[in-house]
């Protein structure tokens, strides 16, 4: 069992940064893909940054290319969400998740993910 608390959220100017953590607990942090979604007011939840288990395959949406890094610290089992030249539209509230992909294309998609943090607000000023 894993469970996942979110933090790092809040208000930002246009152009400006945030770093989420997701601090975990459970024996099973250090062997679990980990990811972060997104979801916007009347929109769906999205896949934003991936990472396995060992933090040695990443995978990001590509709207975030180049912007937001994730990436993890196993010793203090938390994951990040290093999120440089922010936009308004990438407001949202934002979701730590752990799970097991099989394949890459399996971190992209919710239902791999078995565990869920509650969120944490992210938004963007113009």
């Known amino acids: 069992q894993v469970q996942l608390v979110e933090s790092g959220g809040g208000l930002v100017q246009a152009g400006g940064s945030l770093r989420l953590s997701c601090a975990a607990s459970?024996?099973?942090?250090?062997?679990?893909?980990m990811a972060w979604f997104r979801q916007a007011p009347g929109k769906e939840r999205e896949f934003v940054a991936g990472?396995?288990?060992?933090?040695?395959?990443?995978y990001s949406a590509d709207f975030v290319k180049g912007r937001f890094t994730i990436s993890r610290d196993v010793a203090k089992n938390t994951v990040y969400l290093q999120m440089n030249s922010l936009k308004p539209e990438d407001t949202a509230v934002y979701y730590c998740?752990?799970?097991?992909?099989?394949?890459?294309?399996?971190?992209?998609?919710?239902?791999?993910?078995?565990?869920w943090g509650q969120g944490t607000q992210v938004t963007v000023s113009p």
């Open positions: 990472i396995s288990w060992s933090g040695g395959h990443t």
């Open positions: 998740a752990a799970g097991s992909p099989y394949s890459a294309s399996r971190y992209y998609r919710m239902e791999t993910y078995d565990h």
């Open positions: 459970g024996r099973t942090f250090s062997s679990s893909a």
